[in-house]
C-alpha cells in the first residue's frame, strides 16, 4: 500500500510493491542466481535512474553489462527486479529512453516508480562510496544481492545505512514558521530539518535543531510521518513542533530568513492564488505535506 498524508497525498520514494526477500537472497545462492537470469534491471546511470514513456524502464541483462555492480531490488508479483550502475562519460542509449535526474523525475513518476528509483539510487550510491574497508581499508565485494559488503582481508561486514533526519514545522496558533537556508536554490522557504545526532532521540534532535536555527524551546512535539529520501539515502522524520512565542532570533549561519504564515496563507499560497518572492516546498518533499496537511485541518 502507499504511504499517504494525512490529507491522502502519496509521499514520494514511499508505497514500494517489492518483495525484499531478505531471507532467500541471505540463505540461498542458488536462488539469488536463479532470478538473476530471469530478472528485469533498471539501468542507472551517475545516480540517474532510466526512464521510459514515463516510467522506470525495465530491461533484460545485456552482455555489456558485465562487470557492472548490480543489486537485487525485490519480487514484484514474482518477477525479480535489479539495479545495475552503468558506466561511462556520456549516457549509454538505451531503446529511446533517456538517463533522469533522480528529483525532477519524481514529480512525473507514478508512486510505484518512484519508489523503486529511489531505492535503487540510494543503494547503488551507497556502493559506490563505500568500496573499501572501513577496518582496514581492503577492497570489500558485494554479497546478499547487494544488501551487504564484506571485506576478504579482515571478514568485517558493511551494511547500507540509512541517515536519520528530522524536519519540523514549528505551529502557534493558527501561525506556522518557514525558514529559508542559505544553500535553497531561490525563493524556497521551508520547515527546519537536521540529522539526529549519536545519543539522541528524535524529539530531542528537534528541540535542538530549532533551539540552534532559531535560538528558541519548543513546547510539545508531535510525530507526523516517515519519508525515504534517496539524496543520497536519509530518514525524513516529520514532526510538528509546538511554538512558545513568535518571537525567532535566527542563527544567520544556516538560515538566512524567517518567516511566520497564517494557515489561511498557506492554502492560498498551494493553490497558486499568492504569486511573490517566496516559494514552497514541492509535493515530492515530506515538507509539503507538513505544510498542507496543518493548513488544511
Excluded at 535489479?82 to 528529483?103: K, N
Excluded at 535543531?209 to 532559531?214: K, Q
Aim: with cysteine; hydrophobic share 45%.
Amino acid at each position: 500500500m502507499d504511504r499517504v498524508s494525512f490529507s491522502g497525498v502519496p509521499l514520494a520514494f514511499s508505497g514500494s510493491p517489492l518483495d525484499r526477500a531478505g531471507e532467500s537472497r541471505r540463505a540461498d545462492p542458488v536462488w539469488l542466481a536463479a532470478q538473476r537470469a530471469r530478472g528485469l534491471f533498471l539501468p542507472v546511470w551517475r545516480n540517474r535512474p532510466y526512464l521510459k514513456g514515463g516510467h522506470i524502464g525495465l530491461l533484460p541483462w545485456r552482455g555489456a553489462w558485465e562487470g557492472c555492480p548490480g543489486v537485487f531490488l525485490g519480487l514484484e508479483d514474482g518477477q525479480p527486479l535489479f539495479a545495475v550502475d552503468l558506466a561511462g562519460e556520456t549516457a549509454p542509449a538505451l531503446d529511446g529512453g533517456t538517463f533522469a535526474e533522480m528529483r525532477p523525475a519524481a514529480l512525473i513518476l507514478p508512486v510505484r516508480d518512484a519508489a523503486i528509483a529511489g531505492q535503487a539510487k540510494a543503494l547503488l550510491d551507497w556502493h559506490a562510496r563505500h568500496r573499501f574497508c572501513a577496518s582496514c581499508g581492503h577492497v570489500t565485494g558485494i554479497a546478499d544481492g547487494g544488501w551487504r559488503r564484506v571485506c576478504p582481508a579482515c571478514a568485517a561486514e558493511h551494511f547500507p545505512r540509512t541517515d536519520p533526519v528530522v524536519i519540523m514545522l514549528p505551529i502557534l496558533e493558527d501561525f506556522c514558521l518557514l525558514g529559508r537556508n542559505v544553500r535553497f536554490p531561490p525563493r524556497l522557504y521551508s520547515a527546519f530539518a537536521g540529522f539526529v545526532e549519536p545519543g539522541e532521540t528524535m524529539e530531542e534532535a528537534v528541540r535542538r535543531e530549532l533551539r540552534e536555527e532559531t535560538g528558541r524551546m519548543v513546547g510539545a512535539v508531535t510525530y507526523y510521518a516517515s519519508q525515504p529520501w534517496p539524496f543520497p539515502s536519509a530518514l525524513m522524520l516529520g514532526f510538528h513542533a509546538q511554538a512558545l512565542s513568535r518571537d525567532v532570533p535566527i542563527d544567520r549561519h544556516e538560515i538566512e530568513d524567517a518567516r511566520w504564515l497564517s494557515k489561511a496563507e498557506i492554502r492560498a499560497r498551494l493553490a497558486g492564488d499568492i504569486q511573490d518572492e517566496m516559494t514552497l516546498p514541492p509535493p515530492i518533499a515530506i515538507a509539503h505535506h507538513l505544510l498542507r496537511d496543518w493548513a488544511l485541518s
